[in-house]
């Protein structure tokens, strides 16, 4: 049984508005790699998406590479913002509140970079571009964590990260938002803790520094 393309099934995809045209041509090569892979991303391909002429894609990016660049940007654009409901306050509770949300209302951002990520594994040479994927959530993610006063360390950033991407893959590839949410609630828990942790640090080192103190008596006098 044969199934409608994505561009069949929608006529509005047919006919994008005037001063909207490169964006409706990254938005069809986010959906063309999304559903078909990134093998499948050609000028052509992503012109019937759009419903355009094709020539109309290499006049706007010039070569395969320039696309798919900017179509990553786009698809970073669209859901790094989820990182935090409440950007640069400190507040953690905000912290991944409108991922869920923001996967329900667009899982091919999501699926485009689960697909470039698995190609790199066959194309080394795509490497750059999976880094970069992963360094702008890394980054967004370490500055807001900044914001709330934890520790800058990239490592932390990089936990948190895992685990929230591990989340985004499970809700688009199996579904359940519900446990994604519950999910998130504990990992922001989590997060608080760590944070507590970290403010009464300073008073438990001293117990250290009196032991320091001590040592170096017993060093001087014998």
């Given at each position: 049984m044969t199934t409608m393309s994505s561009s069949q099934e929608d006529p509005a995809r047919q006919a994008p508005r005037y001063g909207e045209g490169r964006t409706a041509l990254l938005s069809a090569a986010v959906r063309v790699v999304a559903e078909q892979?990134?093998?499948?991303?050609t000028y052509r391909a992503v012109a019937r998406e759009a419903g355009v002429a094709h020539g109309l894609v290499a006049h706007h990016f010039g070569?395969?590479?320039?696309?798919?660049?900017?179509?990553?940007?786009?698809?970073?654009?669209n859901s790094v913002t989820s990182i935090s409901t409440r950007p640069g306050s400190g507040d953690l509770d905000a912290v991944f509140a409108g991922l869920v949300t923001m996967v329900e209302n667009n899982p091919d951002d999501q699926a485009f970079q689960y697909e470039l990520i698995l190609e790199c594994r066959r194309r080394p040479e795509l490497r750059p571009y999976v880094e970069s994927i992963y360094q702008a959530y890394i980054d967004g993610l370490q500055f807001e964590l900044?914001?709330?006063?934890?520790?800058?360390?990239?490592?932390?950033?990089?936990?948190?990260?895992?685990?929230?991407?591990?989340?985004?893959?499970?809700?688009?590839?199996?579904?359940?938002?519900?446990?994604?949410?519950?999910s998130l609630?504990?990992?922001?828990a989590l997060l608080r803790q760590s944070r507590s942790g970290r403010e009464v640090s300073p008073s438990s080192s001293?117990?250290?520094?009196?032991?320091?103190?001590?040592f170096e008596e017993r060093v001087n006098y014998g």
């Amino acid at each position: 049984m044969t199934t409608m393309s994505s561009s069949q099934e929608d006529p509005a995809r047919q006919a994008p508005r005037y001063g909207e045209g490169r964006t409706a041509l990254l938005s069809a090569a986010v959906r063309v790699v999304a559903e078909q892979g990134l093998r499948k991303l050609t000028y052509r391909a992503v012109a019937r998406e759009a419903g355009v002429a094709h020539g109309l894609v290499a006049h706007h990016f010039g070569s395969r590479d320039a696309l798919l660049e900017a179509a990553l940007q786009f698809s970073l654009d669209n859901s790094v913002t989820s990182i935090s409901t409440r950007p640069g306050s400190g507040d953690l509770d905000a912290v991944f509140a409108g991922l869920v949300t923001m996967v329900e209302n667009n899982p091919d951002d999501q699926a485009f970079q689960y697909e470039l990520i698995l190609e790199c594994r066959r194309r080394p040479e795509l490497r750059p571009y999976v880094e970069s994927i992963y360094q702008a959530y890394i980054d967004g993610l370490q500055f807001e964590l900044e914001c709330a006063g934890m520790d800058p360390d990239p490592a932390l950033s990089h936990l948190i990260y895992a685990a929230a991407d591990g989340l985004v893959f499970h809700q688009i590839t199996i579904g359940c938002p519900e446990l994604t949410e519950r999910s998130l609630t504990h990992l922001r828990a989590l997060l608080r803790q760590s944070r507590s942790g970290r403010e009464v640090s300073p008073s438990s080192s001293k117990p250290a520094e009196h032991l320091h103190s001590g040592f170096e008596e017993r060093v001087n006098y014998g």
